[in-house]
């Protein structure tokens, strides 16, 4: 890691540490509120942006994640255990939805997962002895710490930032190592790949549970930040929330996702003095960027930077100008 | 010694049509077997059967003795088969440098220790040497799918000798490539053969190329082998000439 990047990364660090001390009580709940997403969305970019699996079923896993904690921490288990049991449900239910991406691809498979997310808030809604069906849960506990109460925002702002820079790491990780390279290669060409000796099946299959798991955690998150959870906080049109968060920041980029969730979250902030526009504004930004630039925000600034290093040093190759 | 590859009786039938009939032949240790024919005369169905794309109707397979009916690519390759495409196969948003890393790091360690290992699975010495090997040492950081054609053919070759593979199975290499450039393709294969004592299956339309390249030729037409020998044999033979040229 260079040390502008390790420069970069600290002084981020120190943002995220010192911001929520200047914001009100909404405000830490808007930051907590980006960084779950931003857990669910970096997961979505570990299956989409990296391995080119296209899933719209991100908020169904977020919503297995979230009524496994809140059930589990109601019925008194602890919640390490309950998030922990949330992940691994998610990995598994990931696993098994990755089965159909062996055999169709695009399309197909979007519509694929997109009928599982129908699937599991049907099962949310109608199983109402187990989800309190359209009642939702309410009085989800926040994770007591060492003794320490999560209960208060600021506390609770920590105790995701804890989650989210531990799952960034373990992604980053991910993502460096040969399977990032080998999903890298699935999306690219999965025929090459395979007769490099790379298991086309294993991996895909891994792609969607790792990024199923980070919804699940996130899910958990969900619940504990809001304390009520309803069938409707997972529909499709939160699945399809977190993939413009994914599309928009720049799908296969690190910190593409966490930069997507960032305006996702504050833009409606932001552009409430508009009132009945905001919705409209917003929409016609995404499609401009969408129009100009589909490789998303990061894309966007990759794209100038190589650019400008190009017209700088002509002679430089491509990568010596990315840099 | 067992030959690296072993085609016994192998028949690949399309509902009434027969694309390879009967097909057999050995290719042992650090030779270099063309396999030729005419359009439509099974090289390719054949080549599938052989990489596990297709499975053959009857007839075995055998790899260093080992029967590989019904592997995977990935599972084939795992047992020393490397191969090309004749339409160009290669990562291009990814380095040159990964590329050839990718070619190699299954073959290192387990699937977990991968993930916990380093990041280049201890491949980068080893992956910059493949790639002076093939003359792609100014292109190491670049997107592969910025390097011309030629060069991506290069890269091509490269990532199938990376894991050092027992064979390679090339499937018209010379195909687009220009003629600077595939006396450079021609050049490498052939330091790969001899140094590294590597053995080769090549199917290929440039006569050329195939006859300057290749220690022994098979025809194919028909779905048969019609010829078998060197390739001053081949290219006399007449049989070989009224199956290229009609009769």
């Known amino acids: ?323 | 010694m067992n030959p690296v590859l072993s085609v016994r009786n192998v028949s690949k039938s399309f509902g009434g049509l027969r694309a390879v009939d009967d097909v057999s032949f050995d290719v042992h240790q650090a030779e270099i077997l063309g396999l030729i024919g005419p359009n439509g005369s099974g090289k390719s169905t054949l080549f599938n059967c052989v990489l596990g794309q297709l499975p053959a109707s009857a007839g075995t397979v055998l790899v260093d003795g080992k029967d590989v009916a019904g592997k995977r690519p990935c599972d084939l390759n795992k047992l020393g088969v490397g191969r090309t495409f004749q339409m160009l196969q290669v990562f291009p948003e990814m380095t040159v440098l990964d590329n050839i890393i990718l070619a190699g790091q299954e073959h290192k360690g387990t699937m977990l220790s991968r993930l916990f290992g380093k990041p280049d699975a201890g491949l980068t010495e080893e992956a910059l040497r493949m790639i002076d090997f093939f003359r792609l040492g100014h292109q190491t950081h670049e997107k592969a799918g910025s390097l011309s054609y030629g060069q991506q053919k290069l890269l091509d070759a490269a990532m199938a000798f990376m894991a050092g593979p027992k064979l390679v199975m090339l499937d018209e290499p010379a195909g687009g490539v220009n003629l600077t450039m595939l006396a450079d393709l021609k050049e490498r294969l052939r330091a790969f053969n001899q140094e590294r004592g590597a053995t080769f299956v090549v199917i290929e339309h440039n006569m050329e190329f195939v006859m300057s390249l290749c220690t022994r030729i098979i025809v194919l037409a028909n779905g048969r082998i019609i010829a078998e020998g060197d390739p001053e044999t081949v290219r006399n033979d007449p049989t070989v000439i009224e199956a290229y040229l009609g009769g």
């Not at chain 1, 079923?57 to 919640?79: H, N, R």
């Not at chain 1, 906080?233 to 599309?247: A, N």
């Not at chain 1, 932001?270 to 960027?289: D, K, P, Q, W």
Request: one cysteine or more; glycine letters at 10%; charged letters at 10%.
């Open chain 1, 1 to 323: 890691m260079s040390t502008r990047t390790s420069f970069s990364l600290v002084a981020g660090l120190a943002i995220l540490i010192l911001l929520p001390f200047t914001q009100s009580n909404y405000g830490v709940f808007v930051l907590s509120s980006w960084m779950v997403y931003s857990i669910a969305a970096m997961g979505l970019n570990l299956t989409l942006g990296y391995a080119g699996q296209v899933s719209l079923a991100q908020a169904s896993f977020m919503g297995i994640g979230a009524y496994t904690t809140a059930l589990m921490t109601m019925a008194g288990i602890p919640w390490p255990l309950a998030m922990l049991a949330a992940m691994v449900l998610c990995f598994v239910i990931g696993l098994l939805l990755g089965y159909p991406a062996l055999r169709v691809q695009h399309h197909f498979l979007a519509f694929v997962t997109l009928a599982f997310n129908a699937l599991v808030v049907l099962v949310l809604r109608n199983e109402e002895w187990l989800t309190g069906g359209t009642y939702g849960v309410v009085g989800i506990p926040r994770p007591e710490i060492l003794g320490l109460p999560t209960q208060k925002p600021l506390a609770f702002y920590f105790f995701v930032l804890a989650l989210f820079m531990l799952t960034a790491a373990a992604l980053y990780g991910i993502i460096r190592s040969p399977w990032g390279r080998a999903f890298r290669a699935l999306r690219e060409n999965p025929i090459r790949a395979n007769s490099l000796g790379v298991d086309i099946r294993k991996t895909t299959l891994l792609a969607f549970a790792i990024g199923s798991a980070c919804g699940g955690l996130a899910g958990g998150l969900v619940a504990q930040l809001t304390q009520f959870i309803d069938p409707n906080s997972f529909g499709l049109t939160i699945s399809l929330k977190v993939l413009l968060m994914v599309i928009v920041g720049g799908a296969g980029f690190f910190f593409g996702p966490i930069l997507g969730a960032l305006l996702i979250v504050l833009a409606p902030e932001f552009l409430r003095f508009t009132e009945g526009y905001y919705l409209m504004l917003y929409a016609a930004l995404v499609i401009v960027l969408m129009v100009f630039c589909p490789s998303g925000l990061l894309g966007l600034v990759e794209r100038a930077r190589t650019a400008l290093k190009l017209r700088q040093n002509p002679n430089a190759t491509t990568w010596e100008a990315g840099r």
